[in-house]
């Protein structure tokens, strides 16, 4: 009866006593947690109680459960410590809690007669201490993130089971878990899914870890540091995140030599050097690559202009010379619609889970019950000023270009005609802005501020209908804006402040054209002119001699 609306449980439920499967999933059931219905059917095997409203203390004892193989409880509104001895005869296979609001320790003794569990979720609750839990040899699927667990991954791995086959997903990302990566996490060959997201991990990656089977691995926002590992399984992985850390150095060529990767984010690191130039051509499936805040050098490799699937493209901050590689107008950015970021093996597909109906040749609901990996992959790209996370299938639908360059800007640009977002803000950029940004029919957000751009807005780009976000801030443009036309009578002043020779309502200066007089409200005074002018004379030779 899931998703039916219900309010209440229905009544004949009370006077079931035989009960094997109970779902009762996705309605808005509330109140304590129906422990009548384990104490009338013991041999109750299935119960999904997922996305209701029940609330309260979860007080579960041995007893209660002495069939039950399958139990979800996720996203509720349980809440204090948890309460539950799964007991000495546990059959659980699969125990969601997540997405409620338990607090406290986890049980030391919650599942250590449970040598069966194969998934495992106490993700996004309040939980804290040490993840010391589990004698598990079975572990398939393992969610502990977005909690306040303490401790190294050391203590952890101790308890896990030494099979070649490992856990398929571990999923430990929002704790607050310290010391260094163990170099025997290599030793679990089954390891597909690793996401260490925002801890306080310190030290190097192993080439041992990342020569297993591996497919996506998000070490972000932690405080690892040394050189890049130079070794890589290139016939697995998928997606590597190691935002935020401090690794210096080069990129490897061996990262640029995988060829199964889809995204790679190494934004905000202290790398260094150019970008290696070569072909490109195994790289031909990426979809995602965030370089950004980074000290790279040198000229843009032409052979990136060969990323036909790419979708986000991110090189800004850096300290590259040169100008914008014409050849950029190749980047389809999903013009083709070829492929997809969100397709890993294992991830948007459901685990399909046998159950035993022992004692009898009959089957259980066709003997599986689905159960949904739900781990995360997410990319993070600033777009309309703001640093935006774009997770799972969103990433097929956003598009951008963000680059760190000099010189002028390609007319060929104007062909990424799929792009959403487009920032060339704060460069050396000169010249005009290209009539052929016109074309850019599906932009966003179109960011040319702190540049030398000379020439006016060109009158064209009152085409551009889904235009939401636009500045051409400090620059040298000149003549009318285009403030009474479609989107650009949306936009403020701050989008044009910064540039003495532009005219128009918005920023308060009358165009030589216009019949009326200005009002003093309504145009800068002469001084005040001559000083933005002086201004901008003074930090063009800064930003050409700097």
């Known amino acids: 009866m899931q998703d039916c609306g219900l309010e209440s449980i229905p009544e004949f439920l009370f006077h079931l006593f035989k009960l094997e499967v ?304 014409y050849c950029l107008y190749n980047l389809s950015f999903a013009r083709e619609g070829e492929g997809h970021l969100y397709d890993p093996p294992f991830s948007d597909k459901l685990f399909e889970w046998v159950i035993e109906y022992r004692g009898s040749s009959k089957t259980l609901f066709d003997n599986r019950v689905s159960f949904d990996a739900e781990v995360d992959e997410e990319s993070e790209f600033v777009t309309k000023y703001k640093a935006h996370t774009y997770k799972n299938k969103a990433l097929n639908l956003m598009s951008g270009l963000d680059l760190s360059v000099t010189g002028e800007i390609p007319y060929e640009l104007g062909a990424l005609s799929e792009i959403h977002e487009l920032n060339l803000s704060h460069n050396q950029l000169t010249g005009s802005i290209p009539r052929s940004f016109s074309n850019l029919s599906q932009i966003e957000s179109l960011d040319l501020s702190y540049n030398i751009l000379s020439g006016q807005i060109p009158v064209e780009l009152i085409d551009l209908n889904f235009l939401e976000a636009f500045s051409v801030a400090h620059n040298n443009l000149s003549g009318r804006i285009l403030d009474m036309k479609g989107q650009f009578s949306t936009f403020e002043s701050k989008s044009y402040e910064g540039n003495p020779f532009l005219c128009g309502t918005q920023v308060r200066r009358k165009c030589h054209d216009d019949n009326d007089e200005p009002s003093p409200s309504q145009m800068e005074s002469p001084q005040e002119e001559v000083g933005n002018g002086m201004k901008l004379i003074a930090r063009f030779f800064l930003q050409v001699f700097q």
């Open 22 to 325: 109970l779902d009762l999933s996705h309605n808005k059931l509330k109140g304590r947690f129906p422990y009548w219905l384990l104490q009338n059917n013991g041999g109750l095997k299935i119960l999904d109680l997922r996305n209701n409203s029940f609330n309260g203390q979860l007080e579960i004892g041995a007893k209660m459960l002495p069939s039950m193989t399958y139990l979800n409880l996720a996203k509720n509104h349980f809440k204090g410590d948890l309460l539950f001895s799964a007991g000495d005869d546990c059959k659980l296979v699969v125990l969601d809690l997540s997405h409620n609001y338990f607090s406290g320790e986890v049980p030391e003794r919650l599942l250590s007669n449970c040598i069966s569990v194969s998934y495992l979720r106490l993700s996004h609750n309040n939980f804290h201490g040490q993840i010391a839990l589990f004698n598990l040899t079975r572990i398939a699927d393992l969610q502990l993130n977005d909690n306040q667990f303490e401790g190294t991954l050391s203590s952890l791995l101790t308890n896990f089971s030494h099979q070649s086959s490992g856990p398929v997903v571990l999923h430990l990302s929002n704790n607050q878990l310290h010391g260094e990566i163990p170099h025997r996490m290599g030793n679990f060959t089954g390891l597909k899914y690793l996401n260490l997201r925002d801890n306080l991990f310190q030290g190097q990656i192993s080439c041992q870890l990342l020569s297993t089977g591996i497919e996506y691995l998000d070490f972000s926002y932690n405080s690892l540091s040394g050189l890049l590992p130079s070794y890589f399984n290139g016939n697995s992985l998928r997606q590597i995140n190691l935002q935020g850390n401090r690794f210096s150095g080069s990129i490897p060529e061996a990262l640029l030599n995988i060829s199964t990767l889809n995204s790679l984010d190494l934004s905000d690191n202290e790398l260094s050097d150019t970008i290696l130039n070569k072909s490109g051509e195994n790289l031909s499936g990426l979809r995602v690559i965030l370089l950004r805040e980074n000290h790279f050098n040198g000229f843009i490799p032409n052979w990136l202009c060969q990323l036909n699937n790419v979708n986000l493209f991110d090189l800004s901050r850096n300290s590259f010379s040169g100008s914008i590689p």
